[in-house]
């Protein structure tokens, strides 16, 4: 059963580069056609796809956010990364990370889900 673990820190400073870590369990990372994505909920609205990296490495971004937003992995570790810059309050929310077994740029075809982790963007 896979599990995803997200960390970072909670509170970011704007202008900043918000910066979270997934950490996968009972699973790799790698393994064929697996999709590993960010997510976020912004405190009172719904759920926004930020992006994924693929198994291959390969990574694909939303258009609204894909000039700030870069996902990464370490392999060795089976994490991947978000680094989202110059951060606004606007970017305050939930950030989720979350995987499935096919493409998914919507929330809904997710099929595993970490518990979340609140981000906020003040000074």
């Known amino acids: 059963q896979v599990q995803l673990q997200e960390s970072g820190p909670g509170l970011v400073k704007p202008s900043q580069t918000l910066s979270l870590t997934c950490t996968v369990s009972g699973g790799s990372i790698t393994t064929n056609y697996y999709y590993w994505s960010w997510i976020r909920q912004p405190p009172g609205k719904g759920l926004e796809w930020i992006g994924y990296?693929?198994?291959?490495?390969?990574?694909y971004y939303s258009p609204s956010l894909k000039s700030r937003t870069s996902i990464s992995r370490d392999t060795s570790k089976n994490q991947f990364t978000l680094q989202l810059s110059s951060v606004t309050p606007e970017d305050t929310a939930v950030y989720y990370c979350a995987t499935a077994r096919t493409i998914a740029t919507m929330a809904r075809y997710l099929e595993v889900w970490g518990q979340g982790t609140l981000v906020t963007v003040s000074s």
């Open positions: 990296i693929a198994y291959s490495g390969s990574t």
